[in-house]
């Protein structure tokens, strides 16, 4: 792994940070406060060419590859972790498409995903009775004459409510015929599909900017084309994309910590209390160098997994070490923020308490911690 990031990567990092820095983060609190879904920014980092980092130029992607993407994830979530979830499932769907469609459903949906035609992508896996387990779904596709009909529910969607397409898992055979994940297939569900139904937007802790529903599919007929990858071979798709989202969601918890971090700093230079800049005191200056630390860390595993997915060599133990320590070092980051502001930590006044609120999900969306653990255990004991 290099360290030293090459021109290209260079430059995606900066467009990145220059426009969460100059539109994201002045609009971050008032998109907590309204729950606004910011439609225009997204087709904003769409034409800077954010909504496709790693997907190929043919198809309107930037093509800069997956290091590139953990690094503009990194700056955009730092600006704003509500766009920067949105930004980061577009990019999934995009590249899932990108890499298992065919010719004619990757020209027909990734250049509307990276131009910002699509508000955003979604990635319909999870149901109310199917989270860590996603192998124990119920979403149905049965064979019709003109294609499948689907007939099922899912859960948590990011963006389900504005998403120009889904990717959507259901089950193709029964698990006598097929155990496990083995009868379970993938396809593309295009927004207002009849019989497709979009539950309300949940009322959440964090990231409130961005738009979470649960799914409805109840005789939603969808055509033959609609099949993504192979009959039955849905769940591994799944388990590839999470693999590349998980880098994904590190970077966002990084991205969230870092702002957090020039936040401490900031306001333990200005802040003074027994005559003193607090940032004179140890117990505030260890709780700087330990989160300086344990970020500079979260980024080196989370590079390394980017680096490997980019170099074409397995990467879902980094994926998940990434995922792991980012989002709990991330967690610890925002909280010492909140400390070290005291009251001004607990009040809205302050970004710090949306920080120690945004951050918490990225240690349950896309695998929760308890799962990463599983995945690194089970690659280390097999
Ligand atoms: N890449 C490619 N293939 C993979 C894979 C990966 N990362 N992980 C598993 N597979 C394959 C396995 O090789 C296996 O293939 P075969 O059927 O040919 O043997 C198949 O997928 C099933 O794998 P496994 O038996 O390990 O599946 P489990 O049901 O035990 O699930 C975990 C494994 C726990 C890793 C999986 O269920 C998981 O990731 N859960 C969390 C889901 C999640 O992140 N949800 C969030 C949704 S998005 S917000």
Known sequence: MHLDLTEAQALVQQTA?????????????????????????LRALAELGLMGVNVPAELGGAEAGAVAYALAMIEIARGCAATAVTMAVTNMVG????????????RRHVPRLTSGEYAAGAFALTEPGAGSDPGAMRTQATRVAEGFRLDGEKQWI?????????????????????????????????AGTPGLTIGKAEDKMGIRG?????????GCVVPETALLGELHSGFKIAM??????????????????????????AYARERRQFDRPIAEFQAIQWMIADSRTELDAARLLCL???SRKEAGLSFSQEASMAKLFATEAAGRVCDRNVQIHGG??????????RHLRDVRVTRIYEGTSEIQRSVIARGLLR
């Open 95 to 106: 590249e899932v498409i990108a890499r298992f469609g065919s010719d004619a459903q990757r």
């Open 344 to 353: 001004y930590g607990f009040v809205r006044d302050f970004p710090a308490e």
């Open 17 to 41: 940070h220059d426009y969460a820095a100059r539109h994201l983060a002045p609009a971050a609190a008032e998109l907590d406060r309204t729950e606004r879904f910011p439609s225009e920014t």
């Open 240 to 265: 590839m994309a999470l693999d590349g989202g998980r880098i994904g969601i590190a970077a966002q918890a990084i991205g969230i910590a870092t702002a957090a971090l020039d936040e401490s700093a």
């Open 304 to 306: 390394r997994a980017a």
């Open 158 to 190: 990011t963006s389900g409510a504005h998403a120009g397409v889904m990717v959507v898992w259901a089950r193709t055979a029964t698990p006598a015929e097929l155990p496990g994940s083995r009868g379970i297939s993938c396809f593309l569900v295009e």
């Open 210 to 218: 961005s738009n979470t529903v649960a799914l409805s599919f109840d």
